[in-house]
């Protein structure tokens, strides 16, 4: 391929001298803002830049112009954080932050808010407690997510290395993020990464790891799964590959399009990392480099197909997948008290958008107070939610009423809550076209009403709200999806499925808020009126279809 064929981003990442860039003389400057390429090769480094996109309210008193600052988002396997980790990373966001911590989907953390000039302290802070932002961004594989496990299942715990070791054998190789961040020695001759190459991968990369039958990573919605199979020891014996889901679209362009991945068949545990190395490495060598909208693997699997795949992916590694029948997906509930294996408690910890400030309740604080005095480790999940392990049966009592104290409650307000997901969007995302985060709670409120009044709390469906068509929230697998197309504007999505095994449609363009009480309020009155006794929502609109829904509307 050309210079001239290549996208501006790819001759970037080819000219960045292993990400560097202009990162290290902007990184001393005075400057309150990181400028040009250098804000693009951030990304690698666990870091975007942006500004409050909240316009000033009529009346409200001018400070003048907002700065630019950054939001940093940690490389955390499977998001397990022993409990100095967790205090670490809360002491990072109270130094530094401005809005406390956020669980991402993808069982991370978040900062937001951070200014430039502190960018240097957060990422030696972050180092300090062994820990690490690169490559949580950018065209590389990100943080590998795995499969929760708050039940001691010795299966379930089996995840932990191979997770652990799949994130970072695809750390980049470059010595970049320790010159510019960490002041390490820099290196004399940056050699080409191993697996990268010079220009990375052609856009970003997503890892998941379960056990048959537990989706609660969203499997499907991975460029690469991984589902372990167990022998009769219970000990892995390989595992089910998946290959080409994605959830981003554009509103404007209808060759963009969600994908839920396919599966290539299994393979046997040795074969692992063969397997994701090759994977990676096709998506490398035949990824869409020129335009960026159809560089995700799962347009390379449209336009190559999946049989092709599977066979260039068969050499790579060198193996033939089995063609063995896939377990269906059953996945177990993680919220509140669970006892686990060796005696001891976990407390999975629902927390609305995965939001952790002192606000009207001292979140933040509390759950630093427990995790500092009962030293639990911690699991991030992602449905963002926290899992806290550990605890001895003698403390539950007291956990109990220190949350009470603190008008707090680990479960959440109903059955709708509890698998209800949004993006960050405003103010602080530069995709966003409408709200998620802060609408969250009056749509959720708005459909429980609507659930309460046609008494179907005991089908309550899953509902995802993003910002944009990027679909960070997974709507487009959801039973019902809102996705942001303008400011106060969505498009709802109907007929996903529970277990994430069935895309969601579209069914009406650019709702107004206002009117979003009235359309839920037609969608669940038409599913109380013609559903079935246990059809659930995302069933009933799939039988139904998306002609007769839309007249509805």
Not at 117 to 135: D, R, Y
Not at 340 to 347: Q, S, W
Not at 362 to 375: D, G, H, M, T, V
Not at 415 to 420: I, P, S
Request: proline residues 5%; charged residues 25%.
């Amino acid at each position: 391929m050309s210079q001239q064929e290549k996208s501006k981003a790819e001759i970037l990442k080819e000219e960045s001298r292993g990400l560097r860039g202009t990162l290290y003389e902007e990184i001393k400057s005075d400057a309150g803002r990181f400028t040009g390429n250098a804000e693009n090769l951030l990304k690698f480094h666990g870091m975007y830049q942006y500004k409050d996109r909240d316009k000033k309210k009529p009346g409200e008193e001018s400070t003048g112009p907002k700065p630019f600052t950054l939001m940093i988002r940690g490389r955390i396997p499977g998001g397990r954080l022993t409990w100095q980790q967790w205090l670490a990373w809360d002491t990072i966001a109270s130094r530094y932050a401005t809005s406390g911590l956020r669980i991402t989907t993808r069982q991370s953390l978040q900062l937001h808010g951070v200014l430039k000039g502190n960018v240097k302290p957060v990422l030696k802070e972050i180092h300090e407690a062994l820990s690490s932002t690169t490559g949580a961004c950018g065209d590389v594989v990100r943080n590998v997510t795995q499969s929760v496990n708050p039940w001691g299942d010795p299966r379930l715990a089996q995840l932990d290395e191979p997770s652990t070791f799949l994130s970072k054998h695809f750390e980049v190789t470059s010595n970049a993020y320790f010159e510019v961040f960490l002041d390490g020695e820099p290196v004399i001759e940056e050699k080409p990464d191993p697996i990268y190459g010079k220009a990375y991968l052609p856009r970003k990369f997503k890892i998941g790891l379960t056990a048959v039958g537990n989706n609660s990573i969203d499997i499907l919605t991975q460029d690469l799964g991984f589902a372990a199979t167990f022998d009769r020891q219970d000990q892995i014996e390989g595992y089910f590959v998946f290959v080409g889901g994605g959830m981003g679209m554009t509103h404007s362009d209808s060759e963009t399009h969600p994908r839920l991945a396919d599966l290539l068949g299994w393979i046997p545990k040795e074969s692992l990392v063969t397997v994701a190395e090759a994977v990676v490495t096709t998506q490398r060598d035949y990824g869409n480099r020129e335009n960026r909208t159809f560089a995700r693997l799962k347009y390379l699997l449209d336009t190559r197909g999946v049989a092709w795949f599977k066979e260039e992916v068969s050499r790579r590694a060198q193996l033939t997948f089995d063609d063995r029948p896939l377990p269906s997906w059953q996945t177990p509930q993680h919220l509140g008290w669970i006892e686990a294996r060796d005696g001891t408690l976990a407390l999975g910890f629902h927390t609305l958008s995965g939001r952790l400030i002192d606000a009207e309740r001292p979140l933040k604080s509390a759950l630093r107070n427990i995790i500092e005095q009962y030293q639990l480790n911690v699991q991030l999940t992602a449905e963002q939610d926290l899992i806290l392990f550990g605890i001895q049966p003698k403390d539950k009592r007291a956990i109990e009423t220190y949350l009470d104290t603190q008008g707090l409650n680990p479960l959440s307000p109903r059955k709708l809550y509890d698998r209800a997901l949004t993006c960050v969007a405003l103010p602080t995302c530069v995709k966003a076209l409408a709200e998620s985060e802060r609408v969250g709670p009056t749509v959720f409120g708005q459909i429980q009403e609507t659930l309460d009044r046609y008494q179907l709390n005991d089908k309550a469906p899953v509902v995802r709200i993003t910002g944009c068509p990027n679909g960070c929230a997974r709507p487009y697998s959801a039973e019902l999806g809102l996705v942001g197309q303008m400011p106060g504007q969505y498009a709802i999505f109907l007929g996903g499925e529970p277990e994430g095994q069935r895309l969601a449609f579209k069914v009406k363009d650019k709702v107004k808020s206002d009117d979003l009480p009235l359309v839920f309020d037609k969608i669940i009155g038409f599913w109380k009126q013609e559903g079935g006794t246990n059809e659930y929502l995302g069933d009933f609109a799939q039988r139904v279809g998306a002609e007769r829904l839309g007249a509805i509307l």
